[in-house]
């Protein structure tokens, strides 16, 4: 079962932070060259993709720590010092992924579209280059959170698989 758990955790891990971390990182750039395009509606379409699948990869990405945590009490090292650390970096990186790279695509794209946003809902507008990034940075610190976490994942400090020994 323990396998089972851990093979369902890597594979949600895989296929849903690795999706969110490359849409992620390809929104700043993508919003720029729309807001430097403004006739260009293919350009805006683009960030909109990118910010559905940041989204919708945000969602299914609660699978992670689920198995993970399935795995972790499989094995018995719910209270090691790699896991809790791991655990406290991948809370970490839910927040800033929830609280700052989220709200900051959905400004992007009502500053992007304002034709389909209502007049009461528009932000104040900031300089794009500004928002592009403290987005790109927001990004990099969530995408570095989880290289950290993966890292702990295979190095597994005290482990007895003989890795990092």
């Known amino acids: ?16 932070i690795g999706p969110i971390a490359v ?16 006739d260009a509606p293919a350009k805006t ?9 940041t989204r919708v990869y945000a969602v299914v990405g609660i699978l992670v720590p689920v198995f993970g945590l399935a795995t972790g009490a ?4 719910l209270g090691d010092a790699w896991l809790i650390v791991s ?9 800033v992924l929830i609280a ?27 300089a794009p280059d500004r928002i592009g990034r403290r987005l790109a940075m927001h990004t990099g610190v969530f995408n570095v959170l989880w290289a950290v ?11 007895t698989t003989g890795v990092g020994q």
Do not use: C
């Open 23 to 38: 849409a992620a990182s390809m929104f700043p750039p993508a919003a720029r060259a729309a807001h430097q395009s403004p």
């Open 149 to 159: 976490v993966v890292v702990l994942m295979i190095y597994r400090p005290g482990s």
């Open 74 to 77: 499989s094995l018995g090292v």
């Open 87 to 95: 655990m406290i970096l991948t809370a970490a990186a839910a927040v």
């Open 1 to 16: 079962m323990t396998a089972l758990l851990l093979s369902i955790h890597v594979l949600a891990a895989i296929l849903t």
């Open 100 to 126: 700052l790279i989220l709200p900051a695509q959905g400004h992007t794209l009502t500053v992007l579209e304002p034709a389909v946003t209502p007049e009461a809902v528009r932000p104040v507008e900031e």
């Open 45 to 53: 379409a683009v960030v909109r993709v990118l910010h559905r699948i």
